[in-house]
């Protein structure tokens, strides 16, 4: 069981950069695949960026290959770094968890965090 509480997120003007945090809670963390995704008032929650048990591996959108880092660190913590920001990165960016290796598939993650809003004025 792992349970994630994402902060970090703000109103910024485009091209600021901003890092959201993922807390996560839960005795077998460091085996998890962890991932970011967004999603914007009626649209579908779309992924953002993932990051392998091992850190190793590193997955992007194209929409911010080049602009957003994902990492993480033995404290339970994954980040997502984001430069450059611009006002369609506008949403809520929520933190997921999964038990198979990275992927893009929004039902690969069995867990979710409550997620944490980011807004970009242009």
């Known amino acids: 069981q792992v349970s994630l509480v994402e902060s970090g997120g703000g109103l910024v003007q485009a091209g600021d950069s901003l890092r959201l945090s993922c807390a996560a809670s839960?005795?077998?963390?460091?085996?998890?695949?962890m991932g970011w995704f967004r999603q914007t008032p009626g649209m579908e929650r779309e992924f953002v960026a993932a990051?392998?048990?091992?850190?190793?591996?590193t997955y992007y959108a194209d929409s911010v290959k080049g602009r957003f880092t994902i990492s993480k660190d033995s404290a339970k913590n994954t980040y997502l770094q984001m430069t450059n920001l611009k006002p369609e990165d506008t949403a809520t960016y929520y933190c997921?968890?999964?038990?198979?290796?990275?992927?893009?598939?929004?039902?690969?993650?069995?867990?979710w965090g409550q997620g944490t809003q980011v807004t970009v004025s242009s």
């Open positions: 839960g005795r077998t963390y460091s085996r998890y695949t």
């Open positions: 990051i392998s048990w091992s850190g190793g591996d």
């Open positions: 997921a968890a999964s038990i198979s290796t990275p992927s893009t598939i929004r039902s690969r993650y069995g867990y």
